[in-house]
């Protein structure tokens, strides 16, 4: 059993099952394509005056999408998401970029 970080209540099963599996990737990864990220974090890092080094924490971060495009503009990101498919999937997506970190977690 899974319990929420704050609450201690049991987190659904189905939680798991619905966002925890390639198919559910296949489905979200076309909800948010890479430019689009790029156009909102470059409006996120004007609007909070975030500038390199500064860090930030990305919670539901799911494949790291977002939490890439701000590492990529220098910002150090600690990203969690509570699907261990969707953490996994982040690391893969890192690439070269060094200053982000992914982890499982509930938030």
């Known amino acids: 059993m899974v319990y929420g970080s704050l609450d201690m209540k049991p987190i659904p099963k189905f939680v798991f099952e619905e966002f925890n599996n390639e198919a559910s990737q296949i489905f979200w990864s076309g909800s948010t394509k890479k430019r689009e990220a790029r156009k909102g974090i470059a409006w996120i890092v004007k609007v909070a005056h975030l500038k390199k080094g500064n860090s930030i924490l990305e919670m539901a971060c799911g494949n790291g999408r977002h939490s890439v495009e701000f590492a990529k503009k220098g910002i ?22 060094s200053n982000v970190g992914f982890r499982i977690a509930d938030i």
Do not use: F, M, W
């Open 76 to 97: 150090v990101v600690d990203a969690l998401d509570c699907c261990r498919y969707q953490i996994h999937l982040a690391r893969k997506n890192v690439g070269s970029v």
